[in-house]
């Protein structure tokens, strides 16, 4: 069982920077993809950055390529989402996911956090 809980989120202006973190206890963390979720209200929960289990690897939405970067720290069990040049339409809960990468990659990992909400105004 991994636990994960998010802190970083807020209100910020468009164009402004956040960095949300994701503390990780329980099972150990380094056999994990971990990602990050958002869900808007009204709208679909939608997969925003995934890192590999060795931090090599990541993956990005469309929609925050260039603009989010996803890290891991394995020595504090955290995984990280810096987000710059914010715009209104990144206002979501966002969520963070551990499971192994196809699993958390289709969506469907077994491992959530609560969520932290992250509001953008105009």
């Known amino acids: 069982q991994v636990q994960l809980v998010e802190s970083g989120g807020g209100l910020v202006q468009a164009g402004g920077s956040l960095r949300l973190s994701c503390a990780a206890s329980?099972?150990?963390?380094?056999?994990?993809?971990m990602g990050w979720f958002r869900q808007a209200a009204g709208k679909e929960r939608e997969r925003v950055a995934a890192?590999?289990?060795?931090?090599?690897?990541?993956l990005y939405a469309d929609s925050v390529k260039g603009r989010f970067t996803i890290s891991r720290d394995g020595a504090k069990n955290t995984v990280y989402l810096q987000m710059n040049n914010l715009a209104p339409e990144d206002t979501a809960v966002y969520l963070c996911?551990?499971?192994?990468?196809?699993?958390?990659?289709?969506?469907?990992?077994?491992?959530w956090g609560q969520g932290t909400q992250v509001t953008v105004s105009a």
């Open positions: 329980g099972r150990t963390f380094s056999p994990y993809t």
């Open positions: 996911a551990a499971d192994s990468w196809t699993r958390l990659v289709a969506g469907l990992p077994d491992y």
């Open positions: 890192v590999s289990r060795s931090g090599v690897n990541t």
